[in-house]
């Protein structure tokens, strides 16, 4: 079956370091990847999403490319903040954009990522 | 505009009472769906309901656990016969209408369940 693997956290950072969260999948077909933020005291959001291979998914200085060779979708940024302190969702969709209807998601366990000033 | 809301925010229980949890979609999102969030089994779909479609429960972990959507809109999950590993936080979402593109899901804040 389909499923998502992220790096274990916590995953502790000082202020305009360099972050990266490591996620790789197992799917058939051609999933959808995203992922999704969950700062302190709110619900799930979407950060950013890639629907298809070497696609680049952006947002708020987060970046993830969707790697067909390495079924890979690793999340990035540059320098992070305080605020980017979160727990940090991977997840795939198995059906494609080009399929209409609604499309459940495949989580992975999750990376808490504090940043300290 | 309103987000999706979900009630209670709290639930605590006694083992073998049966409880019910309600999602408020967002007005005219078309699909809605339930996920769990527990520290043994992470975040896992449970059900989600597509307009006037059957609803895809291949996520339900057990026949104790059923949902209902009324007119479209509003759900209830219902958790008959608690156990102390139903205890997690329960997520809904939902999602608007569209075709041949990605819809994004929009989360409630959860109503956290604990089974004594």
């Known amino acids: 079956g389909n499923s998502v693997t992220q790096m274990e956290g916590p995953v502790t950072l000082s202020e305009e370091a360099f972050l990266t969260i490591n996620c790789t999948y197992t799917a058939t077909g051609y999933p959808s990847l995203f992922w999704y933020v969950q700062y302190p005291g709110e619900g799930l959001q979407l950060l950013l999403k890639a629907t298809k291979a070497d696609d680049k998914g952006s947002n708020k200085g987060f970046e993830a490319t969707y790697r067909k060779e390495t079924t890979s979708f690793h999340l990035e940024k540059g320098s992070v903040q305080v605020s980017d302190s979160a727990v940090y969702f991977c997840?795939?969709?198995?059906?494609?954009?080009?399929?209409?209807?609604?499309?459940?998601?495949?989580f992975g366990q999750g990376t808490r990522l504090t940043i300290n000033p | 505009g309103a987000g999706v809301s979900q009630s209670p925010s709290n639930k605590v229980t006694e083992k073998g009472k049966d409880v019910e949890l309600r999602c408020d979609p967002i007005s005219g999102h078309t699909a809605l769906y339930w996920y769990r969030q527990s520290l043994g089994q992470g975040l896992e779909f449970l059900i989600y309901f597509q307009g006037n479609s059957a609803p895809d429960k291949s996520g339900l972990p057990s026949d104790r656990f059923s949902a209902e959507r009324t007119g479209g809109s509003v759900s209830t999950l219902t958790i008959q016969r608690t156990q102390q590993e139903d205890s997690a936080v329960y997520l809904c979402?939902?999602?608007?209408?569209?075709?041949?593109?990605?819809?994004?899901?929009?989360f409630g804040p959860g109503t956290r369940l604990t089974v004594l």
């Open positions: 997840a795939l969709s198995s059906k494609p954009p080009i399929i209409q209807g609604a499309q459940k998601l495949v």
């Open positions: 979402a939902s999602s608007p209408p569209g075709t041949y593109s990605y819809n994004e899901q929009f």
